[in-house]
């Protein structure tokens, strides 16, 4: 899951990406103005240290952009031009990864695949 919320005058700006697997959070970060807050073992490629480098104003997008093409390196998953030009895509809320669905609770399980170019 990425999300980013951009720097306006009365507020900060926050980005935050999230790595699942089996319904699981494996690891995340989230970076609110100058603080990172971060779970799980996140590998180099999205250490938020890195990406959102300290002094580099969150307005500036930057990091945004490297974060952009870590997942673009790292799973081979792109975000459509419309979403980084145009806003966001549209949003639905995900079942916990925390808890399962409590009864009568709808939810939806989304599964992608590589499919191998022959």
């Known amino acids: 899951m990425v999300w980013s919320g951009p720097a306006e005058p009365h507020h900060p700006g ?7 697997e089996n319904g699981e959070e494996r690891y995340a970060f989230t ?3 100058t603080t990172i807050t971060k779970r799980g073992d996140l590998p ?3 250490d938020p240290d890195r990406l959102f ?12 952009r ?13 975000l459509p031009r ?6 966001g895509l549209h949003a639905f809320t995900t079942r916990s990864w925390s ?14 695949e590589r499919r191998r170019s022959r």
């Open 53 to 64: 480098p300290q002094g580099e104003p969150l307005a500036d997008r930057l990091g945004e």
């Open 14 to 20: 926050v980005f935050h990406l999230s790595v699942a």
């Open 66 to 78: 490297r974060t952009l093409e870590a997942l673009a390196s790292g799973f081979g998953v792109r």
């Open 44 to 46: 180099d490629a999205f």
């Open 99 to 112: 808890r399962p669905p409590a009864p009568g609770e709808p939810y939806a399980v989304l599964r992608f």
């Open 82 to 87: 419309h979403a980084l030009t145009r806003g």
């Open 31 to 33: 970076v609110r103005k």
